[in-house]
């Protein structure tokens, strides 16, 4: 037992103290790593082990002969004399090298079960291709698919994002996070709700728009308790802090329903629907508003009824009052022939129809329109003219067109 192996296992110890490893995890590397330096002399036994003695910190080096199978049938002390200097140098390369190791693996495993969490960290750098954040430890990376349009991340600010993936690699934990991602928004409203993160209120969808809109539909397993006034807080306060944190996003909080219908009501707000029409075999869902409340309902470039449907998870098809009354009323749904007005060699304008036969000239097509059936239309090529609306060729012609026809070949036009 020397002073210098004494010296040596102090200095073993306090490494282990202050990075948190066990000093038999130094132990075993170290002897690892002994073995490799030790085969490296050229008189050195084909298979050796390398012991070291926790107690005295001795060193000593076994040659070992094996048989076939691998098992030890001779076994002799073969230390070399200047070992304990070929020790000193390669106890301190592995023990530098296995501490970065068990420093990556620690925090590794710090985030490796923490992908949907979120994360508070400072910007460092930012280019085209990705932003840096300095969560404390490590850092993460913000990849420009995973950024909001138009956000600008500036150089030391505090930024909130959202765990999508931890990757292991040899130069310690990749974690990548995201501001687009939805769950970004529910992991807001736990900071900022106390019902939610208790687990009274719960967020059951959210359908999002990063840097634009986002609804999401929450529920309240308590009865007293209100869902949506909960989320958004006295004077609106809670729900405030959330769209600071995204910059102004605009959120809809609107309460969950296992009806489909009264959750569609529900997510075309602001917009009053009147009345929902479901065709489970297509997944459709046609919603019925008035007139006034069509812009609404649809909203700009149609994203409230794109994020209504995606919170439902229903196909929307919004139509007006008057829509829906003209295609109940009107020519919806009835068949006409096909074919086209012409010009007869006489100059006078007659209907040809597609499928071939005779012309038929406007007085005919007039006195045919006049005499049909109401309720009734027929599929004939004389009735087919009623549906073309070509240039009238007679006044009288003329007065069989509806306003309906009118107002779609102007649309056309």
């Known amino acids: 037992m020397s002073k210098t192996n004494f010296e ?17 995890t130094l132990l075993d590397a170290l002897a690892n790593a002994l073995v490799a330096a030790y085969k490296r002399r050229p008189d050195a036994a084909e298979e050796a082990v390398v012991t070291i003695d926790p107690e005295s910190g001795e060193i000593r ?38 501490i970065r190791e068990v420093e990556r693996d620690m925090k590794y495993e710090e985030y490796a079960g923490r992908e949907g969490d979120i994360v508070t960290g400072i910007v460092q750098q930012t280019d085209n291709r990705y932003t840096l954040l300095d969560l404390g430890k490590v850092e993460a990376l913000l990849p420009q698919a995973e950024q909001v349009p138009f956000e600008r991340y500036e150089h030391g600010t505090r930024l909130k994002a959202y765990i999508v993936e931890v990757r292991k690699t040899t130069k310690g934990p990749q974690i990548v996070v995201s501001r687009t991602h939805p769950g970004l928004i529910k992991r807001l409203f736990e900071l900022e709700v106390p019902e939610i ?74 917009a009053r629907v009147r009345e929902v029409r479901l065709d489970e075999e297509t997944g459709t869902a046609t919603v019925v508003v008035s007139d006034y ?74 006195h ?14 004389a009735s ?18 509806t306003s309906g026809q009118v107002e779609h070949e102007e649309a056309g036009a």
């Open 8 to 24: 040596f296992l102090d200095a073993l110890g306090q490494i282990a103290r202050d990075k948190g490893i066990s000093v038999d």
């Open 197 to 270: 993160s208790s687990g009274v209120v719960e967020i059951k969808a959210a359908a999002r728009e990063p840097g634009h809109r986002t609804k999401i539909a929450v529920w309240s397993n308590d009865p007293n308790v209100d869902p949506v006034g909960a989320c958004v807080g006295a004077r609106g306060s809670r729900v405030r802090m959330v769209t600071n944190e995204l910059r102004g996003e605009r959120i809809d909080v609107v309460p969950f329903s296992d009806d489909p219908v009264e959750l569609i009501h529900n997510a075309l707000a602001p």
């Open 293 to 366: 409340q069509l812009s609404l309902a649809i909203g700009k470039e149609g994203q409230n009824a794109r994020l209504a449907a995606r919170l439902t998870g229903w196909r929307i098809d919004i139509k007006s009052e008057s829509q829906l009354e003209e295609e109940e009323s009107g020519y919806a749904g009835q068949e006409w022939a096909e074919g086209e007005w012409i010009e007869s060699e006489t100059g006078e304008m007659v209907w040809k129809p597609a499928e071939g036969g005779e012309a038929i000239s406007a007085a005919e097509w007039s």
């Open 61 to 98: 080096v076994y040659g070992q002969e094996l048989d076939d199978e691998g098992n030890v049938v001779n076994e002799w002390d073969d230390t070399p004399e200047d070992f304990g200097r070929i020790a000193a140098q390669t106890a301190k390369q592995v023990i530098l090298q296995r």
């Open 368 to 381: 045919a329109a006049e005499t049909e059936e109401p309720g009734k239309q027929d599929t004939s090529a």
């Open 384 to 401: 087919a003219a009623e549906a073309a609306e070509p240039p009238v060729a007679t006044e009288e012609a003329a007065t069989t067109v």
